[in-house]
C-alpha cells in the first residue's frame, strides 16, 4: 500500500480548506481591500492633482490679464500724462510769449518817458536861459523913461489891484 | 535836434500865450514879528484864510494856522532858518493845493506835491486843496465789492471792501506796512489805483517800499507821497491830507483808488509838536483837544460813492503803532471807533512763526460779508467757527494722546487751518486760489497731513489745480461762485493730488 | 496912511503927488509915500502900503514870465 490513509488525505484537504477559507477570509479579503482603497486613494489623487493643476492654469491666465490690464493702464496714464504735460508746456510758453510782449511794451513805454522827461527839461532849461537873457539885457537896456511910461500907464489905469 | 526843435516851438507858444499885462496885481503882504522853532508869527497879512499857503522869502513856504486879531500865526513847511524877523510875506489866496491827476502815478512826492524822485517835474494842471468837507450821506452807496488783499488770513475771516476803512493795528515789527504792501502789491491788473503815504519813516524804509513795489511792477498804478522822520512837524501834518486828495480825484473820476497812512500814530504826533508850538492847549497825554478832529475828517473822506457821483471807491488802510499791545491808548481808541473795523497784529503770534500775525479773535471787519464773493462766503463760514473752537482747547493740545476723538479732531484740525493761513509776504494769492484751499481744509480732507507738509501742499495742489482744472478756476474768478459740480470736482482733485503727495496716509486713510 | 514907494529910477515930485493921490483914491484915506530908490527893480516900480504891495516892476514881469513858462508841458 501507498501509505496514505484516505482519512488523513481528507484530514489534510479539509486543513487545506479550512485554511484557504480562514486565509481568504483574514489575508485575501482585507489585503484586495487594501489594494483596492490603495487604487481608489491614488485615483482620487491623481484627480486632485487635475483639478490644482486647472486652478493653477486658471490663477495664471487671471495674473496674466491682470498684468495686461495694468500695462494698458500704465501706458494710458503715461499717455495722459504726456498731453497733460504738453498742455502745460504750452500754457507756460504762451505765457512767456506774453510776457515776453510785455517787456517789449514795457521798454517802449520806459524810452517814450524818457523822451518826454529829456523834452520837458531841455524846455526848462531853455526857458529859465531865456529869462536870463531877456533880464541881463533889460539891465542895460531900462531907462528912466520906461519907468516914466509905466508910471504913467499905472496912473492912467482904471482899476489898481 | 529833433528834441529841441519841438521844445522850442512849445516854448514859443507859450510865450506868445503869455499875457504881460496882468502881472503888477496887489498882493497883500505881512512882516515878519517872531520866528522861531518853525512858527512864525506875522503883522498884517489882512485878511488871511485858514490854512491859507504864504510865501515867505528864499522860496520857504508856510501855512497859516492862528488867527489872532492883530497877527497872524504860521507854521513853516521849508527852510526855517531862513526867515529873520522883518522879513516880507505875502499871501496866496490859495488854501494849500496839491497836484492831482494821472501824472502823478509811478511818482514819489513830497506833501505839497513836488517831485522827490528824479523823474522831472509833475505837469498837471488840475490842483485839489487838501482840506476838503467829505461826501455827503445822500452821495454814498453801501460797500458791496471786494477789494482782494491776497492774504488768506484777511480775505477769508477779516474781509475788505472797496470804501471801506480798516485800520491795521499791532507793536512795532508785526508786519504792518507788510499787509499794506502786499495788498497794493495784489491790486496788479485790478484797476484800483493805489496812494501810499509815508509819515515820518526813515527815508530808507521809504525807499526799500518802492524798489519793492517797481520790481514787482506795482509802481505804475501807485502814488507815493513821503514826509520822512526829518521832515518839519507841518510836512508831516498835511501828508495824510494831500494823499486823500489825490485819491479823492480819483475817487471823484469814477475811480477805485487804495489809500495807506502809514502811520497815523506819527502823524498825532507831529500834531501835536505843531500845537504846543503854537501855544495851543495840550489835553490828555499832551495831544491838542482835536487830535480826533485831526483823524476824523482824514478817514471821512474814504467812502463808496453812488452811481449818480460816478460810482468810485476810496478805500483807507490806516496805519497804528501800538506800545505792547495797548489797543486802549488815546490814539488808538481814536482811530478804532472811526474806522468800520480792525485788523490785530500781534508780537507773539509774529514770532511764533504765524504770519500774517492777525489775531482773529480780536480782528474784525464791520463790513464782513457783503464784502466778499458768494464763493469765498462758502468755504470761510466754518473757518472761523473751527477756529474758534481750536482756541478754546488749545491749551489742552499737550495732552493730546489722553482726550478723547472728537477733541482730538478738534485739535488735529485747528492746527491745519492755523498751517493753512500762513503765508510768506509778497506772494498774494488769487481768490480762486484762496477758495480751493480753504475748501479743502475746511471739509477736513487734511487731517492726516502732517503739518510740515502742509506748504509744500498749498504750492503743490494750486499748481495742479491750475493745471487739470484750469477751467473751473477762471470760472470761479469770474463768476465768484462756487456750485456743487465744483465743491465735487474740488473734492475728487484733492483726493487724487494727496494720494500721489502723500501715498502711506492715503492708504492708512482708505484702511 | 504911510507907505513906501519903491522906485527904479528917480521919480520927481509931481509924480509922486500923482501916486499919492491915486491911492488915496483908492483907499478913502490920505495916502504919502516914502520914496526909496532900488536899480535891482530894473524900471517900474513897487508901492507898499497898508499891508497891501503893488508890483509894477519889470522884474516882477520877468519872473512871472519865467514862473509861467517852467509850469508849461514841453
Given amino acids: 500500500m501507498l501509505g496514505l490513509d484516505i482519512r488523513l488525505v481528507l484530514a489534510y484537504l479539509i486543513n487545506v480548506a479550512i485554511l484557504f477559507i480562514f486565509l481568504r477570509l483574514v489575508l485575501y479579503k482585507p489585503v484586495r481591500k487594501f489594494l483596492k482603497e490603495r487604487e481608489l486613494r491614488f485615483v482620487a489623487q491623481r484627480e486632485d492633482i487635475d483639478a490644482e493643476k486647472q486652478a493653477a492654469q486658471a490663477t495664471k491666465e487671471q495674473y496674466d490679464t491682470l498684468l495686461q490690464t495694468a500695462h494698458d493702464e500704465g501706458a494710458a496714464v503715461i499717455r495722459d500724462s504726456r498731453s497733460q504735460a504738453n498742455q502745460r508746456a504750452e500754457a507756460i510758453l504762451s505765457e512767456a510769449r506774453q510776457q515776453a510782449v510785455d517787456i517789449v511794451e514795457r521798454a517802449r513805454r520806459e524810452v517814450a518817458e524818457e523822451r518826454r522827461v529829456a523834452k520837458q527839461a531841455m524846455h526848462d532849461e531853455i526857458a529859465n536861459l531865456a529869462v536870463e537873457i531877456a533880464a541881463k539885457i533889460l539891465e542895460r537896456e531900462v531907462s528912466a523913461q520906461d519907468s516914466k511910461n509905466i508910471i504913467e500907464q499905472f496912473l492912467h489905469k482904471e482899476r489898481i489891484g | ?182 495788498t497794493i502789491l495784489n491790486q496788479k491788473d485790478k484797476d484800483v489805483l493805489c496812494i501810499y503815504v509815508a509819515i515820518g519813516q526813515k527815508a530808507s524804509s521809504i525807499a526799500r517800499i518802492i524798489n519793492t513795489l517797481e520790481k514787482a511792477g ?160 462758502k468755504v470761510a463760514g466754518q473757518l472761523r467757527l473751527d477756529l474758534s473752537q481750536y482756541r478754546e482747547m488749545a491749551v489742552f493740545a499737550q495732552f493730546s494722546s489722553e482726550l478723547d476723538k472728537a477733541t482730538q479732531t478738534l485739535l488735529a484740525q485747528g492746527e491745519r487751518l492755523t498751517e493753512m493761513l500762513k503765508q510768506p509776504q509778497y506772494a498774494p494769492m488769487a481768490m480762486e486760489e484762496q477758495v480751493v484751499l480753504l475748501y479743502v481744509v475746511t ?69 | 496912511m504911510e507907505g513906501k514907494l519903491i522906485a527904479a529910477h528917480p521919480v520927481d515930485d509931481e509924480t509922486l503927488r500923482r501916486v499919492e493921490e491915486r491911492f488915496t483914491r483908492y483907499f478913502g484915506q490920505s495916502v504919502t509915500l516914502q520914496v526909496e530908490l532900488d536899480r535891482a527893480l530894473m524900471a517900474g516900480f513897487v508901492v507898499t502900503v497898508n499891508h497891501l504891495r503893488f508890483d509894477y516892476s519889470v522884474r516882477a514881469k520877468l519872473s512871472a514870465m519865467k514862473k509861467y513858462l517852467l509850469t508849461q508841458q514841453s
Fill in chain 2, 218 to 377: 506795482a509802481l505804475e498804478y501807485t502814488t507815493i507821497v513821503a514826509a520822512t522822520a526829518s521832515d518839519s512837524a507841518p510836512m508831516q501834518y498835511i501828508a495824510p491830507y494831500a494823499g486823500c486828495a489825490m485819491a479823492e480825484e480819483f475817487m471823484y473820476q469814477g475811480r477805485d483808488v487804495l489809500v495807506v497812512y502809514d502811520d497815523l500814530s506819527k502823524h498825532a504826533v507831529a500834531y501835536r509838536a505843531m500845537s504846543l508850538l503854537l501855544k495851543r492847549p495840550p489835553g490828555r497825554e499832551a495831544y491838542p483837544g482835536d487830535v480826533f478832529y485831526l483823524h476824523s475828517r482824514l478817514l471821512e473822506r474814504a467812502a463808496k460813492l453812488s452811481q449818480a457821483k460816478g460810482g468810485g471807491s476810496m478805500t483807507a488802510l490806516p496805519i497804528v503803532e501800538t506800545q505792547s499791545g495797548d489797543i486802549s491808548s488815546y490814539i488808538a481808541t481814536n482811530v478804532i471807533s472811526i474806522t468800520d473795523g480792525q485788523l490785530f497784529l500781534e508780537s507773539e503770534l509774529f514770532y511764533a512763526g504765524i504770519r500774517p500775525a492777525v489775531n482773529v479773535g480780536f480782528s474784525v471787519s464791520r463790513v464782513g460779508g457783503s464784502a466778499q464773493s458768494k464763493a469765498m462766503r
Fill in chain 2, 443 to 511: 471739509h477736513r480732507l487734511l487731517l492726516n497731513m502732517p503739518l510740515q507738509k502742509i506748504a509744500a501742499f498749498k504750492a503743490g495742489f494750486i499748481e495742479y489745480m491750475h493745471t487739470h482744472y484750469a477751467d473751473m478756476m477762471r470760472g470761479i474768478a469770474r463768476t465768484g461762485r462756487l456750485d456743487d459740480d465744483d465743491a465735487r470736482c474740488i473734492e475728487a482733485a484733492a483726493r487724487d493730488f494727496l494720494a500721489d503727495f502723500l501715498p502711506e496716509e492715503a492708504k492708512e486713510a482708505q484702511a
Fill in chain 2, 1 to 182: 535836434m529833433e528834441l529841441y526843435s519841438e521844445s522850442l516851438s512849445g516854448l514859443k507858444a507859450s510865450v506868445d500865450k503869455f499875457d504881460a499885462s496882468q502881472t503888477g496885481g496887489m498882493r497883500r503882504y505881512g512882516t515878519v514879528l517872531e520866528s522861531g522853532d518853525g512858527i512864525v508869527t506875522i503883522d498884517g497879512l489882512l485878511d488871511c484864510k485858514y490854512g491859507e499857503l504864504l510865501e515867505f522869502e528864499n522860496g520857504v513856504n508856510g501855512i497859516a494856522f492862528n488867527m489872532e486879531e492883530q497877527a497872524v500865526g504860521a507854521v513853516l513847511l521849508n527852510g526855517t532858518s531862513a526867515i529873520r524877523e522883518g522879513s516880507r510875506v505875502l499871501g496866496t489866496d490859495r488854501v494849500v493845493e496839491v497836484p492831482v491827476g494821472l501824472a502823478l502815478l509811478g511818482r514819489t512826492v513830497d506833501p505839497l506835491g513836488r517831485p522827490l524822485d528824479a523823474k522831472g517835474t509833475i505837469h498837471t494842471d488840475k490842483f485839489r486843496p487838501i482840506e476838503y468837507e467829505a461826501s455827503r450821506i445822500i452821495d454814498r452807496d453801501a460797500v458791496n465789492e471786494p477789494l482782494q488783499t491776497g492774504l488768506m488770513a484777511i480775505d477769508s475771516m477779516v474781509p475788505i471792501g472797496k470804501g471801506q476803512r480798516e485800520l491795521i493795528i499791532g507793536d512795532r515789527q508785526t508786519g504792518k506796512s507788510a499787509i499794506a504792501v502786499d
